[in-house]
């Protein structure tokens, strides 16, 4: 039942898509067989403002000064290893019992 409803979903889809088709196919047939339409009179082009002039900066560049080195960071004391303790020994978890099993049936024997 299930798959008959996935079947007849997937070919109303199919369909409305088709009919979709149809129906962009005729209207773009029917708008390229219109008449002559007037051509749109072409806008003058826009004119740039001029950019007012940059001032020339100085050809010399003033000096940086030189930088410092940085102190050297001081050293950490270091950090004793730490140890875990040994884990306590858990007690042996107890046996799962067996999943009983289902018996098969064989198909009846053919003539």
Same mark, same amino acid.
């Given at each position: ?32 067989? /219109?008449? #002559?339409?007037?051509?749109?009179? %072409? ?5 740039? *403002? ?5 001032? #020339?900066? *100085? ?12 102190? %050297? ?11 875990? *303790? ?5 007690? %042996? /978890? ?18």
């Amino acid at each position: 039942m299930a798959a008959y409803s996935n079947c007849s979903i997937l070919f109303a889809i199919i369909a409305l898509l088709s009919l979709s088709s149809i129906t962009t196919s005729h209207a773009g047939r029917s708008l390229l067989q /219109l008449p #002559n339409l007037p051509t749109i009179p %072409s806008l003058p082009k826009p004119t740039m *403002p001029q950019l007012p002039n940059i001032p #020339n900066f *100085p050809a010399a560049l003033p000096t940086l000064p030189i930088a410092t080195p940085l102190p %050297s960071l001081p050293t950490l004391p270091s950090v004793p290893k730490m140890t875990l *303790p040994p884990m306590p020994s858990m007690p %042996s /978890l107890p046996n799962m019992p067996a999943i009983p099993t289902i018996p098969t049936l064989s198909p009846p024997p053919s003539n």
